[in-house]
């Protein structure tokens, strides 16, 4: 049986007609529509040979091998007749072996993972916009002011560490432009909407301080390689396995981002 057995189609169908069949054939054994103990296992096989013909080059691909296969049948029976044929002496030539198998089993399941990458994409477009926007925003400030200056040991240096009249430390590393005393004020700049921690300012010393591991901060080459590869998943959906390698690691980058955002 051939994936166009599968549909119900001719293998001349057009995308219309594949279209048309996998959307019948699908609602007909939905898993959630139709309670058969094979349902599943139909659905799954209409899936998949929709995932396939519905993608030009796989579609072609498909073909390809249905030749081979008729003209590997073709050349087993005429071998069969030979083997047995009344003359002891004749022996049947070699022929054609096909070895192309087709599409295989891991390219089909990214092809159909593929689909849900572009709302992967569009996920990434639309939280990249929020980013941007949120950037652009005037910040939310907070005055501290410095109860004591103090230091701790770690290595073989010292670390220096602001207390505030609030009862709150921050961590500061020496710095010859940071000259800060009880009594001095520090404004701290927050993002608007997911008070992300972007900047320190010093006043008296202008110093302003940005090492924070924040997407706004450190961490902002995050949201420009989330932005580089979903421009190039865009522009390379017809390269499955790329596309499909670059699926993943924006996954990824967009939860490190939503892990940084909370």
Do not use: C, W
């Amino acid at each position: 049986m051939t994936l166009y057995d599968i549909l119900g189609i001719s293998q001349a169908a057009s995308e219309q007609e594949i279209k048309k069949a996998y959307r019948k054939l699908a609602l007909q054994y939905h898993p959630d529509k139709n309670k058969s103990a094979d349902a599943a296992e139909k659905f799954n096989l209409i899936q998949q040979a929709y995932n396939v013909l519905s993608n030009s080059q796989l579609r072609t691909q498909y073909d390809y091998t249905l030749v081979l296969g008729n003209q590997q049948n073709t050349l087993e029976e005429e071998a069969t007749f030979r083997n047995n044929h009344r003359n002891p002496r004749y022996r049947a030539r070699s022929h054609y072996q096909n070895t192309d198998k087709g599409p295989t089993e891991r390219y089909i399941a990214m092809v159909s993972v593929l689909g849900y990458f572009k709302k992967v994409n569009y996920l990434s477009i639309a939280l990249l916009l929020f980013i941007a926007t949120e950037y652009l925003l005037p910040h939310k400030t907070e005055k501290l002011e410095i109860a004591d200056v103090m230091q701790r040991r770690s290595g073989n240096q010292y670390i220096y560490y602001f207390v505030f009249t609030n009862g709150g430390k921050f961590d500061f590393s020496r710095n010859s432009e940071v000259f800060l005393y009880r009594g001095d004020n520090l404004f701290i700049h927050y993002s608007l909407l997911t008070e992300t921690l972007i900047e320190i300012e010093l006043p008296r010393t202008t110093f302003s301080y940005t090492n924070f591991p924040t997407i706004y901060a450190n961490f902002s080459f995050v949201p420009i390689l989330l932005a580089l590869l979903t421009f190039l998943s865009m522009i390379f959906q017809k390269k499955t396995e790329f596309a499909f390698s670059l699926g993943i690691i924006n996954i990824f980058l967009l939860i490190i981002i939503f892990i940084m955002l909370i």
